[in-house]
């Protein structure tokens, strides 16, 4: 099996909104299997795939309570996404810019 590179890994595992919704719930601290997979429509082995998937993406971690086994949000790699993002964000601003721009020449083509 080919190796995933980290980046890839991590949008991958975000392209789920099931996952996501794991991930928001992490945020607000650790759980078990049966905590995340209470809002769900779908069973624990379900849950532990899409737990499996975000762990090897660094997403979470996994740890052992007693009997309990906790996930745990690791934000890292999300910091990692959103900066690789922030470099498109200027060519957003740009656009963004450009079209307003364009519709206050327009605006005042129709004034006149």
Request: hydrophobic letters at 45%; charged letters at 30%; zero cysteines.
């Amino acid at each position: 099996m080919a190796t995933i590179d980290p980046l890839s890994a991590v949008f991958g595992a975000l392209a789920d909104p099931t996952r996501r919704a794991i991930l928001a719930r992490l945020a607000e601290g650790d759980a078990n299997v049966a905590e995340l997979a209470a809002p769900f429509r779908m069973s624990q082995p379900a849950v532990s795939q899409h737990l499996k998937v975000l762990e090897r993406a660094g997403l979470i971690s996994r740890r052992r309570r007693g009997t309990a086994r906790f996930s745990h949000l690791e934000a890292e790699p999300l910091r990692e996404a959103s900066d690789w993002l922030d470099r498109y964000r200027a060519y957003w601003d740009q656009s963004f810019e450009r079209l307003d721009a364009l519709l206050a020449t327009l605006q005042d083509e129709r004034a006149e």
